[in-house]
DNA sequence: CTGTTAGCGCATTCAT
DNA sequence: ATGAATGCGCTAACAG
């Protein structure tokens, strides 16, 4: 059997609520020095490790963190995107899931908060999260979806913090990225390298997606800045080809990386070099993308940071204190070996 | 203030210990049948969700599973791999680890078991997964790394299920995928190709990992089975142009995929055409794959699967069945456009 | 500074 | 078939 406050106070001769004192009060009590000390001695050599379940229904809070991954795990994905595209997607999702779990586990490990994952099952509802395993919640909602998950869990008296969104419903907190300053970034540097003939790849499946509506934003924000018109999105390696020739494009943005690679075959396929006779960057920075195209230059997709910086909005409302409604994580500007200065036709 | 199992009783006008036998009792404990259908009703009006707090004191069990994931937030990985390898590594690792979390999700979800995903930081002793938060571990090891962590925690008396391994200590339920059955298809397939002179590309910096190793295994032992001889493995892309030349190697296999695009590049640089002059097959279908070197074909990495079959194990664990110490998943073939029948030289 | 008392919400005897 | 009593292990008041 495992070892008790009981059976430490009575080796160290003191009361259990003396070593509760010790042991976990944050330093609220008053203890005397020596006795503390004798406390942590006796404990450590009995091995005592308090038990979280008597904590958790004495104190109602259990320190954890409950992580819903909408992405991960989604059951109905076809219906929504597909086929093609939900293979695509499910491949994406993973990864950002895994740098999500990365930047939760930084977060989180350096605050010694456990993570509990839950999963959106359908007959899983809000009140599944109420149960009181969890202090607070962050949902990582999947951007090709609605915000119909959301809106289920905001219903819950938890603090709530919603990442990949930008309107979040009242009351809780909305984290991501910045989707069009990132398009923007891409944008500016072709244009600084002497580029105005940009074309923006995207815009197919995903047209009414909020990120790669931003994405394009961007894209339009950064053209229109410079003084020049934007050129409407272009979709297919087919149609890329051929809006290449019709208005010489020296370069191209593609909303995603693997988009740009499924440019560049188009393109390389059509005999255009990169970058000798066109520009192309990427947004994402996904795994391989170093090799993508002999080293894709593309916007760095700072998932990780924003689950870091989520968890810590979400600490701060646990705690009680305030916190922004809304944040938003800049992406940053890899530059391998697929952008050049344009040099005249 | 949340509603508990008095109120319910008290609406229901029955004892709290009716509401807890009909709400929670796995029917072994008689109730009539209309007296059951009115607190569930009652319950149902109320809202009550039972407090998990509570429930994990008085029962002991509380439902969850953990996760330790090793690779996700692994801390210090440059001292162990180097600067380039350590990137490399942890671009791949948070892939896997999604792919993980994605296989845990399915396998949890369907069993209705939260994850608790506790991160092994450096001063979080093994003792800390006993404090009754979780009733059973699941740990992702690291392949890149020993298995200090797993040593420490197999002390724990706790229900141990290890991924990403082959050998695990005394008592742990290993569960792997079968690196060296999807080394050998891949071979096997380069043979049935016509292929005899086929290389093996890897062996660097992984060297030592068990992992590599048995996809090196699998590589020579289809050569073998095939009465070939096995050729030494080559790493880096001057010494695989270099021993194409000397060998006239017509195919190769390549540890990782990322190790395939590598491959590819130094191949095209130096003048070599794949499939029409080389075949090349890779091994993990990292996402991207179909973008690396027009279409590579390699062999899917079950992770997800793996992660679901240790769920189920640990699962089996839990409930006191007995499960085998050794459980293999088995890659398969993706074939895309990067090998071809070899017709001669 | 320390000990005593009193539950947190629930599941499980054992009566009835 | 149901209810009263008991305690899981811990922390928060309060009294000394």
Redesign the pocket.
């Known amino acids: 059997?495992?070892?008790?406050?009981?059976?430490?106070?009575a080796a160290a001769?003191?009361?259990?609520?003396?070593?509760?004192?010790v042991?976990?009060?944050r330093g609220?009590?008053?203890?005397?020095?020596?006795?503390?000390e004798r406390v942590r001695r006796v404990a450590a050599e009995l091995g005592?490790?308090?038990?979280?379940?008597?904590?958790h229904?004495?104190?109602?809070r259990t320190g954890q963190l409950g992580v819903v991954l909408e992405a991960v795990g989604a059951s109905e994905p076809e219906s929504l995107l597909g086929a093609e595209a939900a293979q695509h997607a499910a491949a994406l999702r993973r990864t950002f899931d895994g740098a999500i779990m990365a930047g939760l586990s930084g977060a989180a490990r350096e605050r010694r908060v456990p993570a509990l994952v839950v999963y959106p099952g359908g007959d899983m509802p809000a009140r599944h999260y109420l149960d009181?395993r969890v202090d607070g919640l962050i949902v990582s909602c999947d951007p090709l979806r609605g915000h119909a998950l959301l809106q289920a869990l905001s219903s819950a008296p938890l603090p709530l913090v919603a990442l990949w969104t930008g309107q979040a419903p009242a009351g809780v907190c909305a984290v991501d990225v910045d989707h069009q300053s990132g398009a923007a970034q891409a944008t500016q540097h072709l244009l600084g390298l002497g580029h105005t003939r940009i074309a923006f790849y995207g815009g197919g499946t995903h047209g009414g997606v909020e990120h790669f509506r931003r994405r394009e934003a961007g894209y339009r924000q950064a053209m229109r800045a410079a003084g020049l018109r934007p050129y409407a999105a272009v979709h297919g390696g087919a149609e890329l080809v051929g809006a290449v020739r019709r208005f010489q494009f020296s370069a191209v943005f593609a909303e995603t990386d693997l988009g740009a690679a499924a440019a560049y075959q188009a393109l390389s396929a059509a005999g255009y070099r990169v970058p000798d006779d066109l520009s192309l960057i990427g947004f994402d920075d996904v795994q391989g993308a170093e090799y993508i195209a002999g080293g894709l230059s593309t916007v760095y997709h700072p998932a990780a940071e924003m689950a870091a910086a989520g968890i810590g909005l979400l600490l701060e409302r646990c705690a009680g204190r305030p916190v922004p409604p809304r944040t938003q994580i800049a992406p940053r500007l890899i530059l391998r070996r697929t952008t050049r200065r344009w040099s005249g036709p």
């Open positions: 059997m495992r070892v008790t406050i009981k059976e430490v106070a001769e003191v009361s259990a609520a003396t070593v509760s004192k042991l976990s009060g609220a009590y008053a203890v005397h020095a020596l006795t503390a005592y490790v308090p038990d979280m379940a008597a904590k229904l004495r104190t109602r009181g």
